[in-house]
């Protein structure tokens, strides 16, 4: 059974910093793509940064130089570091895994960490 748990979500005012993680189970996570995801109250669901297996990153233009993503193989294991808060951070944020190769597609959510900026 496949298992993403998020944790590290909470309440944070503006400026300040949250590390949220993202433990992997039952997949082969070296060969998954990683990515973090959030949705705010009436939004889409946006992509915040990804993560390849290769480690090459990109991230959403909102959070460029303030947050960071990482990830350990040997704890299976994504973080996103995030600095310099802002209200407009505020939403629920899912941790994803995503592996795709010929025709072959597999994609996993997490259940989701709420993160919540006061201004």
């Given at each position: 059974q496949v298992q993403l748990v998020?944790?590290?979500?909470?309440?944070?005012?503006?400026?300040g910093s949250l590390r949220l993680?993202?433990?992997?189970s039952g997949i082969t996570?070296?060969?998954?793509?990683?990515?973090?995801?959030?949705?705010?109250p009436g939004?889409?669901?946006?992509?915040?940064?990804?993560?390849t297996r290769g480690r090459s990153t990109k991230y959403a233009d909102s959070v460029k130089d303030r947050f960071t993503i990482s990830r350990d193989s040997a704890k299976d294991s994504v973080y996103l570091q995030m600095n310099s808060l802002k209200p407009e951070d505020t939403a629920v944020y899912y941790c994803n895994a995503h592996?795709?190769?010929?025709?072959?597609?597999?994609?996993y959510w997490g259940q989701g960490t709420q993160v919540t900026v006061s201004p």
């Amino acid at each position: 059974q496949v298992q993403l748990v998020e944790s590290g979500g909470g309440l944070v005012q503006s400026g300040g910093s949250l590390r949220l993680s993202c433990a992997a189970s039952g997949i082969t996570f070296g060969i998954y793509d990683m990515g973090w995801y959030r949705q705010a109250p009436g939004k889409q669901r946006e992509l915040v940064a990804g993560i390849t297996r290769g480690r090459s990153t990109k991230y959403a233009d909102s959070v460029k130089d303030r947050f960071t993503i990482s990830r350990d193989s040997a704890k299976d294991s994504v973080y996103l570091q995030m600095n310099s808060l802002k209200p407009e951070d505020t939403a629920v944020y899912y941790c994803n895994a995503h592996y795709s190769a010929s025709k072959t597609e597999y994609d996993y959510w997490g259940q989701g960490t709420q993160v919540t900026v006061s201004p």
